[in-house]
């Protein structure tokens, strides 16, 4: 038992590892282990034999390589897997306050993976399904980003938040994408949103059976444009586009003479995950 005991102790110590063995009584006898002659950084703690391993002195330094997961959109840094707050909404009536959501960001933030897909028209709760709470999820995702910052420190992978402008039979104009813009600035709580898209297509013509059919998507784009070249969006993009509109939303914007479209985030299976194309 005491050969045992040496040779594995010394095996571990060999291969410079940084764990901490625990041999309890499961592993040796305590009379065996007590003849076993240890160095200084083994230690006796709660009847069990404990080894604190060091890495070993090679005569040389190992240079660390950190991979990162990361992925660029415009000019943002980003996890190249973000985190959709669809379904976020208050668990309660009078505050905005969800602490299911303030664990969530404050490990996505610990994790550099704090990067947040959010809309003016998100949330999972009964205000959202009657079209009321509208701006909700940008503000729990505002909050807790601020609580998890102030209380942890920043990341060294900074908060990303996307958001969204939802479409609606009253905003009919530039100007309309443009007020979005603001008031999400406003819950957001930033001088410039990080990026800054439209929700989806006009394809929602409940009069296109009488002919009466009116799409506002380059009004839409009109507005987006108009967004970035005021300094209210640092990248704009696009979600739900096909082929066909993508392109001709990027021609639009090269015709502006400004920032093309950074980014068309669509819904690519059943479960609920998402893709970014860069540009």
Same mark, same amino acid.
Request: glycine residues 6%.
């Given at each position: ?5 040496? $040779? ?11 764990? +901490? ?6 592993? $040796?006898?305590?009379?065996s282990c007590?003849k076993?002659e *240890?160095?200084?950084?083994? @230690? ?7 080894? +604190?391993l ?5 005569? $040389? /330094?190992?240079? @660390? ?23 976020w909404s =208050? ?15 404050? /490990? ?14 998100y ?15 940008e ?10 910052? *102030?209380?942890?420190g ?6 990303? &938040? ?5 479409? =609606?039979?009253w905003?009919?104009?530039a100007?309309?994408? &443009?007020?979005?813009?603001?008031? =999400?600035?406003? *819950?957001?709580?930033v ?9 989806m297509?006009?394809? +929602?013509?409940?009069?296109?059976? $009488?002919?009466?059919e009116?799409?506002?998507d380059?009004i ?5 444009a ?11 993009? &696009? ?7 993508d392109?001709?939303? *990027? ?16 819904? &690519? ?11």
């Open positions: 038992m005491r050969l045992f005991c040496v $040779f594995l102790l010394a095996l571990l110590d060999s291969k410079g590892a940084a764990l +901490v063995l625990d041999a309890g009584r499961s592993h $040796f006898s305590s009379n007590r076993c *240890r160095p200084s950084n083994y @230690r006796r703690q709660n009847n069990s034999l404990q080894m +604190v060091r890495e070993p002195d090679l005569g $040389f /330094t190992i240079k @660390r390589k950190e991979i990162s997961d990361t992925s660029t959109i415009g000019t943002l840094k980003v996890p190249s897997v973000g985190i959709g707050t669809i379904s =208050s668990s309660s009536l009078r505050k905005i306050e969800n602490e299911n959501v303030k664990e969530l960001i404050s /490990t996505a933030c610990n994790a550099d993976a704090a990067f947040f897909d959010t809309a003016e028209r949330g999972g709760n009964m205000k959202a399904a009657l079209g009321l709470g509208w701006g909700e999820t503000k729990l995702t505002k909050r807790y980003i601020d609580e998890a910052i *102030r209380e942890n920043l990341p060294r992978l900074k908060p990303v &938040v996307a958001t969204k402008f939802t479409l =609606s039979p905003r009919t104009t100007k309309s994408v &443009v007020e979005a813009c603001e008031q =999400s600035i406003q *819950r957001l709580g001088d410039k949103i990080d990026l800054y898209q439209l929700h297509p006009d394809i +929602v013509q409940p009069l296109s059976a $009488f002919g009466l009116s799409t506002k380059e839409y784009w009109d507005g987006l108009e967004c970035y070249e005021r300094g209210l969006v640092s990248n704009v993009g &696009v979600c739900n586009y096909g082929p066909t509109l392109a001709m939303s *990027r021609s639009s914007c090269q015709t502006r003479n400004t920032s093309c479209f950074k980014s068309n985030r669509i819904f &690519v299976n059943r479960t609920a995950q998402w893709f970014t194309r860069n540009s």
